[in-house]
């Protein structure tokens, strides 16, 4: 995401990427969370008036009450991928895709992301309650920085993909779940910026748009977008991922091709539930 | 088309260095300025149109404020001292600045931990929440400045020359109440007490103010005024639209550069806080 006032940007000008460049590149990244909510609020403080005067907060090191949800984490996407995120609940995937999106910043190691970043993450991401599904999609645009007549031409394309009829004039507050998703994920979808992250509140959709996400992420890797998607729904992992991470307790547990993957964290499970 | 790289880095805001900083602070609108103008549309009408009397509620809690002021000033139970012009034009004039202060401050106390749930989904420039804030008060402003218009017309008086300088005037008003609102904002979302006491803070802070009377000169009231910002940057502009004639421009060049100084100390604070608060909210 284009927005420079939470990271280091250095313009690459005109530099035509080749295939198969890294668009994300995750370097030994962990990131923690603190148990207590005063000690949550001391330290907030303490971290904030440290950073004011210049000071580091020193984020590698362990305060008490705090623990690493995210524990030395290094994997790179490459341009044009599809990429997927497995893991149990709790494991940090959420965690790693809001720290790719700039919400957090890591506390040890490095991400760096190269191209504009849209994200369609959590339920009501967004989307603004009040807001009718039409001026919502304006209102998304500007969120992620987009100017009103650069989405002006795509309006119709989003509301004919989202398909919910009538309730493109209703206030968005009104809608159920799926159709919340099916318009987020159609306005996100496309905006036209080169990296997608999507997680598993996807499933909320009907069986139909589901099928047509998928045909979607598969043409937009076809226009050299990169896509990220955290989901429990294993099977559309292995149909369109070309690379899958499984995560547990914070750490990579296996990272390579679907099948292999997805096999052995069906096994593990399976293996567990016993 | 222009690639843009970005490095997530830890304790990345202090890392960029200040000029960095100040550079990125300055683009928060040059890039965002639909952002802006949703926020403020949006706001404008959660004011405006869910509430049954609308725009009249601009009117009706200042009025109200002075109602009850002239009331027991008139029965004898408040002197208020020597005041320029009729004491109502007097007080709506003190008001209607006092309110751009504290609608704003109370308004952006909030602003972040009501956004909570697009804070922590989106990537977007925190900023702007506190601004959009403010600026809500400014039109309030606005809209109050037609009552002042028709108590004007009532009174019979023409306001002096110097009434033109009023956008000028209230700026100052303007960065002192954003400087403290982003400061208050932050606090608030790490600590939620900041939201509860800020409306007694503001009221206690209305009364030690020469809004309702005018300013002792001698005593320990006196003294608190004359060391008090809010003081300069609201009687001034008063009394340069009443009379045309202010005695205190010193005391008000220094409110100004106080206010300055707040405002871009707070908004630096606000910047360099970002992700902790996002955590925190």
Redesign the interface.
């Given at each position: 995401m284009d927005s420079g006032n939470r990271g280091e940007k250095i313009p690459l000008g005109s530099t035509i990427s080749t295939e198969g460049e890294a668009v994300i590149t995750v370097d030994r990244v962990a990131k923690k969370y603190c148990k207590s909510l005063k000690r949550s609020m001391r330290y907030g403080i303490s971290d904030i008036l440290r950073n004011a005067v210049g000071l580091s907060s020193h984020p590698e090191v362990l305060r008490p009450e705090e623990f690493w949800a995210i524990d030395d984490i290094s994997f790179s996407v490459q341009k044009g991928e599809i990429f997927g995120i497995i893991g149990p609940n709790g494991s940090g995937k959420s965690t790693l895709l809001k720290m790719l999106n700039g919400i957090f910043w890591p506390d040890r190691g490095s991400i760096r992301i190269r191209g504009k970043v849209v994200s369609f993450i959590e339920m009501g991401a967004g989307l603004h309650p009040v807001l009718t599904g039409r001026e919502n999609i304006f209102f998304n645009a500007a969120l992620v920085g987009m100017a009103p007549h650069e989405i002006e031409g795509k309006v119709e394309e989003i509301i004919k993909f989202a398909d919910i009829g009538e309730f493109i004039n209703i206030p968005v507050r009104n809608f159920s779940a799926g159709m919340w998703v099916r318009l987020g994920f159609s306005i996100a979808s496309h905006c036209d910026h080169d990296i997608f992250l999507v997680d598993e509140v996807l499933s909320a959709g009907d069986l139909s748009f589901s099928l047509k996400c998928n045909q979607h992420m598969k043409t937009l890797r076809e226009q050299g977008k990169s896509i990220v998607i955290v989901s429990h729904n294993i099977p559309v992992i292995r149909k369109i991922c070309d690379r899958v991470i499984w995560l547990g307790k914070g750490k990579i547990l296996a990272l390579g091709e679907p099948d292999d993957i997805c096999d052995q964290y069906r096994i593990q499970v399976e293996s567990m539930a016993d | 088309?222009?690639?843009?790289?970005?490095?997530?880095?830890?304790?990345?805001?202090?890392?960029?260095g200040?000029l960095?900083l100040i550079r990125?602070?300055a683009?928060?609108f040059s890039?965002?300025p639909?952002?802006f103008?949703?926020f403020m549309v949006?706001d404008f009408?959660?004011t405006y149109k869910q509430s049954y009397l609308g725009v009249f509620w601009a009117f009706a809690l200042p009025a109200m404020s002075v109602g009850i002021f002239t009331l027991l000033k008139g029965a004898g139970i408040l002197s208020v001292g020597d005041v320029e012009g009729p004491y109502i034009l007097f007080a709506v004039t003190g008001m209607v600045f006092w309110q751009i202060f504290s609608q704003g401050i109370i308004a952006s106390t909030s602003a972040l931990t009501n956004a909570g749930?697009?804070?922590?989904?989106?990537?977007?420039?925190r900023e702007i929440l506190v601004f959009s804030a403010v600026a809500q008060s400014l039109v309030s402003f606005l809209i109050q400045l037609i009552i002042l218009g028709i108590l004007f017309i009532w009174y019979r008086l023409t306001p002096p020359p110097t009434c033109v300088l009023l956008p000028v005037l209230i700026l100052p008003l303007i960065l002192m109440t954003l400087g403290l609102g982003f400061i208050l904002s932050?606090l608030n979302a790490?600590?939620r007490d900041v939201g509860l006491v800020i409306s007694y803070l503001v009221m206690f802070l209305l009364f030690i103010t020469p809004v309702f009377y005018a300013k002792k000169v001698h005593g320990f009231l006196g003294l608190i005024s004359d060391y008090n910002p809010l003081y300069y940057l609201i009687s001034v502009p008063r009394s340069l639209v009443i009379t045309g004639i202010t005695g205190d421009l010193v005391g008000y060049g220094l409110a100004t550069f106080i206010s300055v100084v707040i405002f871009f100390v707070g908004w630096?604070?606000f910047?360099?806080?970002?992700?902790?608060?996002?955590?925190?909210v």
């Open positions: - | 088309m222009v690639e843009s790289e970005i490095i997530y880095l830890p304790d990345n805001a202090i890392r960029m200040y960095n990125n602070m683009k928060t890039r965002n639909w952002l103008w949703h949006r009408n959660a749930w697009m804070i922590t989904r989106v990537n977007f420039p932050v790490v600590f630096m604070v910047h360099l806080a970002g992700v902790r608060i996002t955590e925190r």
